[in-house]
């Protein structure tokens, strides 16, 4: 009588346990998808023009999800020892590790991509943009301060003269870098006050390079004028700030670590268990 009283004390446990759990990761569910919406609004995010900064709301994310895995690991271990069942004991252990193994799999593979600079390389080169004009006395083209998911920021932007019909050695091509907002088509110079670069002339022979600085999001145009007609090219390229690839290759890493843990405790259980268990 007192062992069937026990079996059944120790059901009901379990299904305590587990409803503990689900609520548990109902609470901190919502609270995830909460905190990721607040931080993507408070850094930013506009429709027009679109941005949707979601490296802080991603990281943030990432960082509870980790905390939940250890919450889970926790979970496990109790409901393990709860467990009568030799069989039970052994398949929880086992799918435990497997699962695991996963996400240990998944992490190195996001990790890799967030630390090996081939990856980042590969990312910026996509990202960078070029052109070059139609032969003409002005020019705009469009590019942005970051990213518009956040991960990226201006890096450089470069202009080379490559031909001109009337445009000679002594010519000369001015250009502003001005933001969006203060261009006017019928507006021919641009003050100090008003663009980002202090050089504003370049003629043939010359590169016209211009080092971004840091800034909040914002949509710039690179803006040319001359007396002759000109052609040139243009490029603008973008760099994944150092601080995004160590944030996110240190969580990435700290899953790792601990599922790695987590198998590592895994497998004496899983051992223990097996030669008791129906179920292999």
Do not use: C
Request: glycine share 6%.
């Amino acid at each position: 009588m007192k062992g069937d009283y026990d079996r059944l004390e120790g059901t009901y446990k379990l299904a305590g346990l587990k409803r503990l759990e689900r609520f548990a990761y109902i609470i901190q569910t919502v609270g995830i998808i909460a905190i990721f919406i607040f931080l993507v609004y408070i850094r930013g995010a506009m429709l027009n023009p679109f941005y949707l900064p979601i490296f802080w709301a991603l990281l943030a994310a990432l960082i509870w999800i980790f905390i939940l895995s250890l919450e889970s690991i926790a979970f496990r271990l109790i409901e393990i020892k709860k467990r009568d069942s030799e069989s039970a004991k052994f398949l929880m252990a086992d799918r435990s590790m497997k699962k695991a193994f996963t996400i240990i799999i998944v992490a190195l593979i996001a990790f890799a991509v967030a630390f090996v600079p081939f990856f980042s390389e590969q990312i910026e080169e996509v990202n960078r943009f070029e052109g070059e004009s139609e032969l003409v006395t002005s020019y705009v083209v469009e590019f942005t301060s970051r990213g518009r998911f956040d991960f990226l920021r201006a890096n450089e932007v470069k202009l080379e003269i490559v031909g001109g019909g009337d445009f000679t050695q002594g010519d000369h091509v001015d250009v502003y870098i001005i933001p969006k907002r203060i261009y006017n088509p019928g507006k021919d110079e641009y003050g100090p006050g008003e663009r980002l670069n202090l050089e504003t002339e370049f003629g043939i022979g010359d590169d016209f390079t211009f080092q971004m600085p840091n800034m909040d999001f914002e949509e710039y145009y690179i803006v040319t004028h001359s007396d002759e007609m000109v052609r040139f090219s243009y490029e603008v390229s973008y760099i994944i700030p150092s601080h995004i690839n160590n944030l996110l290759s240190t969580v990435f890493m700290a899953f790792v670590i601990s599922q790695a843990a987590w198998a590592v405790t895994l497998h004496p259980i899983k051992k223990k268990h097996s030669e008791g268990a129906i179920y292999k």
